[in-house]
């Protein structure tokens, strides 16, 4: 159930707001790969600096604030969409998934997953590739249209 609540809310907030979302989707993104790449390490390191800290509650503030706060503060903060009509719902839809695909196994450590979080976990996985490459694409064309608040 916890997956369904965090899809719904994140499509009505991506879909209500009509934000830009390339460049918060390249955020996500990096943030996720930077976290890959060092992030386990950068936890331990936290951890031995903060006493009585463990070592996988402050990797999942790390990752949560690479992969999820820091993007979603990008895109409270960019300005309209380049895209607009069924582009721009389509962009938010994919937006909203690649998001979930990301968060949804720090989510599993945290809540119990049911069945309902469990079916759409695996649907999730089996679209993650391709919701990738949509949601890249659709990155670059928002980023490639919207330039300074203007549509080229």
Do not use: C
């Not at 895209?83 to 809540?111: C, K, M, Y």
């Not at 999730?124 to 080229?152: E, N, P, T």
């Amino acid at each position: 159930m916890i997956l369904a609540i965090v899809l719904a809310a994140l499509l009505l907030l991506f879909i209500l707001v009509r934000h830009n979302v390339g460049v918060p989707f390249l955020a996500m993104i990096a943030g996720y790969a930077v976290y890959q790449a060092w992030g386990l390490e950068a936890a331990r390191a936290l951890a031995d600096w903060l006493p009585g800290a463990q070592v996988h509650i402050v990797g999942y503030i790390l990752y949560g604030a690479l992969v999820l706060g820091f993007p979603l503060l990008l895109y409270m903060r960019s300005g309209k969409s380049g895209l607009f009509g069924a582009l721009r719902i389509i962009e938010s839809i994919v937006f909203a998934i690649v998001l979930v695909i990301l968060i949804s196994e720090p989510l599993s450590s945290i809540f119990a997953f049911d069945t309902l979080a469990y079916n759409i976990s695996v649907w999730l996985d089996q679209v993650r590739g391709i919701a990738m490459i949509v949601g890249i694409s659709f990155a670059y064309v928002d980023v490639f249209l919207f330039h300074s608040g203007k549509v080229w």
